[in-house]
């Protein structure tokens, strides 16, 4: 078996401010809790995945970091090194997992997630989120403990329905250039609801919108890393189409934050968490570069295929059950953003 413990430069882990102690009290949880729960996060040392462990051992879990870095970064995880409640295995989820010891939460957020990616990794995404799936249900099946997916904005495709609610079914090309990261979250979901079925795992489906802030890849091509790169280095910035289509940007603690309400809740249907906040791409273009006081010019490029026009979450659910809304406004959330890409770029 393919697997071997990653030594970590030593330092102090990073501090996260939090606020969840309230709601902790309030939904009380069907599994039993450890005094110091152990989480095994998938995909840990991703943009997502990193701050979820930042999270959780503020919050005293114990953490089981897995990830092959096919797009996850050292970097991202190094300030750990040291950290006893942390442990690293380097591992592709495909492969069988084998742990021992009690597991508690398993939070499933191993995959590829820019447009980027996908073109060059068509077959890892739909592994990772077919196969990798497979194995994080595994896990939690033989270890008892509760599993979230990751799922994603993406399997509502090019939406027809706006803003997205949960019971929009989506719009999907399922053989476009989208398709394997969009079929295999889709698989993922319709495997993670078959797991709650047939063995009564407990199961949590976040359904994340677009997300930003420090850690992002800054070549992934994902807009945010593109816009700020490009507005820092003063180059053009890169609209694609018209610049009409839309989208709505959550600050990553934010977003944490109701991913993390929701695996303390008691709620097993899938839930949309990001920022309703929608602007178009080239508002979002003349944003950045206001925000970074920069001399780049806009310039168009074409329209990548089934690119979606527009795309908004409805956190009606969210708010209801988990008591959740965004707090970090885009001028906050960047002014964070920007100090990180600074010191990369
Ligand atoms: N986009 C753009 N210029 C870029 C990168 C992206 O105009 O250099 C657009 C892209 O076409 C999409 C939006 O920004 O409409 C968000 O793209 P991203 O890749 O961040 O993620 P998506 O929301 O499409 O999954």
């Not at 592994?127 to 270890?143: D, E, F, I, M």
């Amino acid at each position: 078996m393919k697997r071997k413990t990653k030594p970590l430069p030593s330092r102090a882990p990073a501090s996260v401010v939090t606020s969840a102690a309230g709601f902790m009290a309030a939904h009380a949880s069907r599994i039993t809790h450890h005094a110091s729960p152990t989480s095994v996060v998938t995909g840990a040392a991703g943009f997502l995945g990193s701050h979820l462990v930042d999270l959780l051992l503020a919050r005293g879990h114990k953490v089981i970091g897995i990830d092959n870095f096919v797009t996850g970064a050292v970097d991202n995880i190094s300030h750990l090194g040291g950290n006893r409640a942390f442990k690293f295995i380097e591992q592709d989820v495909t492969e069988f997992i084998f742990l021992d010891g009690p597991v508690d939460y398993v939070w499933h957020f191993a995959s590829p997630a820019s447009p980027i990616d996908y073109l060059e990794l068509p077959i890892q995404t739909l592994k990772v989120g077919s196969l990798g799936t497979h194995k994080a249900l595994g896990l939690a099946k033989n270890k008892s403990a509760r599993f979230l997916l990751a799922s994603t904005s993406e399997i509502y495709g090019d939406p027809l329905v706006h803003p997205q609610r949960e019971d929009y079914w989506g719009n999907v090309n399922s053989i476009g250039p989208r398709g394997c990261y969009d079929e295999a979250k889709r698989f993922a979901e319709a495997l993670t609801m078959a797991y709650r079925q047939e063995h009564h795992v407990e199961t949590r489906i976040v359904r994340i919108f677009n997300t930003y802030g420090p850690r992002m890849r800054l070549h992934d091509g994902r807009v945010v890393p593109a816009f700020i790169s490009q507005a820092l280095k003063q180059r053009p910035i890169t609209v694609f189409g018209h610049g009409r289509q839309t989208r709505s940007f959550c600050y990553v603690s934010d977003l944490i934050e109701g991913i993390y309400r929701l695996m303390l809740s008691s709620y097993d249907q899938p839930v949309n968490i990001g920022n309703p906040a929608e602007m178009t791409v080239l508002e979002f273009a003349r944003e950045i570069i206001r925000a970074t006081a920069s001399r780049s010019k806009i310039v168009f490029r074409p329209l990548p295929q089934d690119d979606p026009r527009q795309r908004q979450p409805d956190i009606t659910r969210a708010r209801k059950i988990l008591g959740w809304a965004p707090e970090v406004p885009l001028t906050a959330g960047l002014v964070k953003t920007l100090e990180y890409f600074r010191s990369k770029v």
